[in-house]
C-alpha cells in the first residue's frame, strides 16, 4: 500500500508542534526544555571547571561533555534498561561532535563543560530534540558560541520524502524507509551531525538535506526565542546578557 497520507495528517515538509525554553532547572549553570512533538528533552549544563582526573585535562582549551540518557519509561515500547548502553554512548559522542564547532573553549584550559541530556519521553528524533535543548543550555550558561546548533530527522517514507519522522513512520514496514538525523549551524549552513540509517538513493539524501536546512531555519527561530524570553522577559536576576552577547546569539544570518 503506499504512503500517501502522513498518520498524524502533516504535510509531507511540515514540523510537529515545538516548544522550548531556557533556564528550566535552577541549579545548573544553564538548561533548557526543547520538546518536538511527543519527544522532549531536558539539558543541564555544569562548568566551565576544573577537570578531575587531570590527566584529561587539556592545557590548551576545555573540554566539552554530553551525556546522553531516556529514562527508563520514556518509550512507547519496552521499558529502556537504566544505564549507559552501546546506543547512549554513540550519541553522546555524535552530540558532543555536533556541538563543538559553535564552542569557544580556548579560555578554559584544564576545565570540562559537562551536557547531561535527559529524555522523559521519545517518540522518534531524541538525538536531534537533545541537541536541540543543549544549544539552548549551552547559551543560557554564556558559554562562548558563534550560534546555537539545530537539528531534525528527514528522510523516506516508502516514495515519499519527509521532515521530522515520528515512530510510526520510522517503523513503517510496507516499503522502503530511510532516517537521517541533521544537525547544522543556520547563520553558516555548515553541517555537523549527518547520519542514515535506511534505504535511500544518493539523489534524494541531497534532497532531503534541503530540506532539513529550511526546517532548521524555523526550530533555530525557536531557540532564539526561548533566550529571548528569559533574557528580555524573565526574571531579572537572569539578565546576564549584555547587547553584544545577545548580538552574538543573534549569529550572522539577520535575514529572519
Known amino acids: 500500500m503506499t504512503y500517501d497520507k502522513r498518520y498524524d495528517g502533516r504535510d509531507w515538509t511540515q514540523l510537529r508542534?515545538?516548544?522550548?525554553?531556557?533556564?528550566?532547572?535552577?541549579?545548573?549553570?544553564?538548561?533548557?526544555?526543547?520538546?518536538?512533538?511527543?519527544?522532549?528533552?531536558?539539558?543541564?549544563?555544569?562548568?566551565?571547571?576544573?577537570?578531575?582526573?587531570?590527566?584529561l585535562q587539556d592545557p590548551e582549551k576545555g573540554v566539552l561533555r554530553c551525556n546522553y540518557n531516556m529514562m527508563p519509561f520514556s518509550g512507547a515500547g519496552e521499558r529502556v534498561r537504566p544505564g549507559p548502553s552501546r546506543r547512549s554512548k554513540e550519541i553522546s559522542m555524535?552530540?558532543?561532535?555536533?556541538?563543538?564547532?559553535?564552542?569557544?573553549?580556548?579560555?578554559?584550559?584544564?576545565?570540562?563543560?559537562?551536557?547531561?541530556?535527559?529524555?522523559?519521553?521519545?517518540?522518534?528524533?531524541?538525538?536531534?530534540?537533545?541537541?536541540?535543548?543543549?544549544a539552548i543550555a549551552?547559551?543560557?550558561?554564556?558559554?562562548?558560541?558563534?550560534?546555537?546548533?539545530?537539528?531534525?530527522?528527514?528522510?523516506?517514507?516508502?516514495?515519499?520524502?519527509?521532515?521530522?519522522?515520528?515512530?510510526?513512520?520510522?517503523?513503517?514496514?510496507?516499503?522502503p524507509t530511510a532516517d537521517i538525523p541533521v544537525a547544522m549551524i543556520p547563520s553558516t549552513g555548515e553541517v555537523t551531525l549527518l547520519q542514515l540509517d535506511g534505504e535511500i538513493k544518493k539523489e534524494q539524501v541531497v534532497q532531503c538535506i534541503e530540506?532539513?536546512?529550511?526546517?532548521?531555519?524555523?526550530?533555530?527561530?525557536?531557540?532564539?526565542?526561548?533566550l529571548k524570553d528569559k533574557y528580555y522577559f524573565g526574571d531579572t536576576h537572569d539578565m546576564a546578557l549584555n547587547d553584544d552577547e545577545t548580538q552574538e546569539f543573534e549569529g550572522g544570518d539577520d535575514s529572519e
Open 211 to 226: 530540506l532539513a536546512r529550511e526546517a532548521i531555519k524555523n526550530i533555530n527561530r525557536i531557540q532564539r526565542d526561548a
Open 138 to 175: 549551552l547559551a543560557d550558561a554564556g558559554i562562548p558560541m558563534k550560534d546555537l546548533v539545530a537539528a531534525v530527522a528527514v528522510g523516506r517514507v516508502d516514495d515519499k520524502l519527509v521532515v521530522d519522522l515520528d515512530y510510526q513512520e520510522e517503523a513503517y514496514d510496507s516499503g
Open 94 to 134: 555524535v552530540t558532543e561532535n555536533a556541538l563543538r564547532p559553535v564552542l569557544d573553549l580556548n579560555e578554559f584550559p584544564n576545565a570540562v563543560v559537562d551536557v547531561f541530556i535527559e529524555l522523559p519521553q521519545t517518540d522518534a528524533g531524541s538525538r536531534c530534540a537533545g541537541i536541540c535543548a543543549a
Open 17 to 55: 508542534d515545538i516548544e522550548a525554553k531556557a533556564g528550566v532547572i535552577k541549579k545548573a549553570d544553564g538548561s533548557a526544555w526543547f520538546r518536538i512533538g511527543k519527544t522532549g528533552a531536558y539539558a543541564a549544563v555544569y562548568g566551565p571547571r576544573e577537570l578531575y582526573p587531570k590527566f
